[in-house]
């Protein structure tokens, strides 16, 4: 391994960058990411007097935040660190995140000598790392680093959880991330409140698996739903839930949500519609626990909005399980689907199964990823005429600022509309911005 790789934790090699450098950040893969990708620009930032640099052509550190979740994801993560690495040989490249991980190996053939790659473990060091020394405002939690903003400064995302204590057979994420960690409460209210006091109108709950939050600290005595009605106590945004494992929402669960007046759009990755692709997912649940928990959503929550996981393709995956897939995400209560075909991951247990031909992967997945936009297209068309309220963004979609309903539409903004207010609005079919996911 050439110098400047970090090899694993414990190892504290130091690649120097400049005094007040400029820090262009990169992220493939999840909102999670997204996060922290914010929170390690920023904390190397803040902690070296440095500034953010809108391109990577500015910069004299590129941070690349990688994602394994799919070989598609590897290779474009692949791709991006040796792309910086030759067009800008001058920056430091900084590259964490799952491939550094799981899959260090990838990047040691780039041609720079100024790279050095972070494992997970050791992203909350990475002010130390490059500097050789500590951060000047060391912060508690799973990762020490504060909540930044999604866009501009109306919605956050607010990280509660990392890790995952399942094994579903196809999944790399806990070898990349390891088990299940919550924050500590204490931590998530006070970053709540510190967002709340900066001006965000709406804070997003992010993590691997958050259905999972406060089993590792609180031992089930304080669960997601407890925090939940915590937060909501504090006042003065409105809450969103991040994708949640099906499992976990009971009819209980969706009670005390729908108690708490959460957003009312959630993201549930059933994955699959087939109760033997789901057994051989390792998935603890089938086709009627499915179809229960849409009931209880649809009960609980009008006019919510509804998305899902798929996975195309999975392996020994029969036309009929297609086919039970396909009816799943047909499902009038399903509004929109992330399709994932199929891609062995290297240490899963489904790897070592029959794999489908690539073909066959590739038209199942166009298949639902036509179904997905038809699904969201109907479920905007049956909100025209309905009132709701939507938060203003600094964004603009032909020229007009942009609004996000709490049930995940993008509408046009009433015209002197303020960035950061709620707005009641009517859904028109000229407002609703459909291009927009």
Request: net charge negative.
């Given at each position: 391994m050439r110098p400047g790789l970090l090899k694993g934790p414990g190892t504290h090699n130091t690649v120097m960058i400049s005094?007040?450098?400029?820090?262009?950040g990169y992220t493939l893969g999840c909102r999670l990411n997204a996060y922290e990708?914010?929170?390690?620009?920023?904390?190397?930032?803040?902690?070296?007097?440095?500034?953010?640099?809108g391109r990577a052509e500015d910069a004299d550190v590129i941070l690349v935040?990688?994602?394994?979740?799919?070989g598609r994801s590897q290779a474009r993560s692949r791709k991006a660190v040796r792309s910086y690495a030759s067009r800008y040989p001058e920056a430091t490249i900084v590259v964490t995140g799952c491939v550094a991980e799981v899959a260090p190996e990838d990047f040691g053939e780039i041609p720079a000598e100024k790279i050095i790659i972070v494992p997970v473990p050791e992203k909350e060091k990475i002010v130390?790392?490059?500097?050789?020394r500590k951060p000047e405002n060391s912060k508690e939690g799973i990762y020490p680093w504060h909540a930044p903003a999604e866009t501009?400064?109306?919605?956050?995302?607010?990280?509660?959880?990392?890790?995952?204590s399942n094994r579903c057979s196809y999944c790399i994420v806990p070898l990349a991330r390891g088990d299940s960690r919550s924050q500590p409460r204490e931590?998530?209210?006070?970053?709540?409140?510190?967002?709340?006091a900066g001006g965000y109108r709406e804070i997003s709950l992010t993590g691997v698996d958050i259905a999972d939050y406060g089993t590792d600290i609180y031992n089930g005595k304080y669960t997601l739903t407890d925090l939940v009605h915590d937060l909501m106590d504090l006042g003065g945004f409105r809450l969103r839930i991040g994708s949640i494992e099906p499992l976990c929402?009971?009819?209980?669960?969706?009670?005390?949500?729908?108690?708490?007046?959460?957003?009312?759009?959630f993201h549930i990755p059933f994955q699959s519609g087939s109760e033997a692709v789901l057994k051989r997912m390792g998935r603890p649940y089938g086709e009627q626990e499915e179809y229960e928990l849409l009931d209880?959503?649809?009960?609980?929550?009008?006019?919510?909005?509804?998305?899902?996981?798929?996975?195309a393709g999975f392996p020994e995956e029969t036309h009929e399980d297609f086919m039970k897939t396909r009816a799943l995400a047909e499902d009038s209560r399903i509004n929109y689907l992330h399709v994932f075909p199929y891609s062995p991951r290297p240490g899963t247990p489904a790897a070592e199964m029959q794999q489908l031909h690539t073909e066959t992967i590739t038209g199942r997945a166009e298949e639902l990823r036509s179904i997905s936009t038809s699904s969201r297209n109907s479920f905007r068309e049956s909100m025209i005429g309905t009132t709701q309220t939507i938060l203003v963004e600094n964004r603009k979609h032909m020229g007009s600022m942009l609004g996000l309903t709490d049930n995940y539409i993008p509408v046009k903004a009433p015209e002197g509309a303020e960035e950061g207010k709620l707005v009641q609005v009517e859904l028109t079919r000229e407002n609703i911005c459909w291009g927009l996911r």
């Open positions: 005094a007040e450098p400029r820090v262009f990708t914010e929170s390690m620009v920023d904390d190397i930032v803040s902690s070296t007097g440095g500034t953010r640099a935040n990688t994602c394994a979740v799919t130390s790392i490059l500097t050789g501009s400064r109306t919605r956050a995302f607010l990280k509660i959880q990392d890790g995952c931590i998530v209210l006070k970053q709540a409140r510190e967002l709340a929402l009971t009819v209980k669960t969706l009670e005390k949500l729908a108690e708490a007046g959460v957003c009312r759009h209880a959503v649809e009960e609980l929550f009008s006019g919510v909005c509804l998305g899902s996981d798929i996975i």
